[in-house]
Nanobody
Framework: QVQLVESGGGLVQAGGSLRLSCAAS????????MGWYRQAPGKQRELVAA???????NYADSVKGRFTISRDNAKNTVYLQMSSLKPEDTAVYYC?????????????WGQGTQVTVSS
């Protein structure tokens, strides 16, 4: 069983910054991808940023240059540093980890943390 616990969400003014953290525990495969997704009201969940265990990163175009994803493999923790926040960044942010091993795919989600950016 794998658990993901997010923290760091909250209310911030436009132009401000927040840092999200997600700690993973349980039976986690070393070679995994950890990422952050978000879902705004009435919209589909979308990828914000992802990082592999080797450190390769991927960002949504809408956050490039403003958000930075990082991870601490020793702590099984992933971070999302969000800067120059905009009202359109308002959403519930979900942590995710996934990997494939053998013929099976593994995919786990956190409970989500609310980020609200006021104009």
């Amino acid at each position: 069983q794998v658990q993901l616990v997010e923290s760091g969400g909250g209310l911030v003014q436009a132009g401000g910054s927040l840092r999200l953290s997600c700690a993973a525990s349980g039976s986690i495969f070393s070679f995994n991808v950890m990422g952050w997704y978000r879902q705004a009201p009435g919209k589909q969940r979308e990828l914000v940023a992802a990082i592999s265990s080797a450190g390769s990163t991927n960002y949504a175009d809408s956050v490039k240059g403003r958000f930075t994803i990082s991870r601490d493999n020793a702590k099984n923790t992933v971070y999302l540093q969000m800067s120059s926040l905009k009202p359109e960044d308002t959403a519930v942010y979900y942590c995710n980890t996934k990997w494939s091993r053998g013929s099976r795919d593994y995919d786990y989600w956190g409970q989500g943390t609310q980020v609200t950016v006021s104009s």
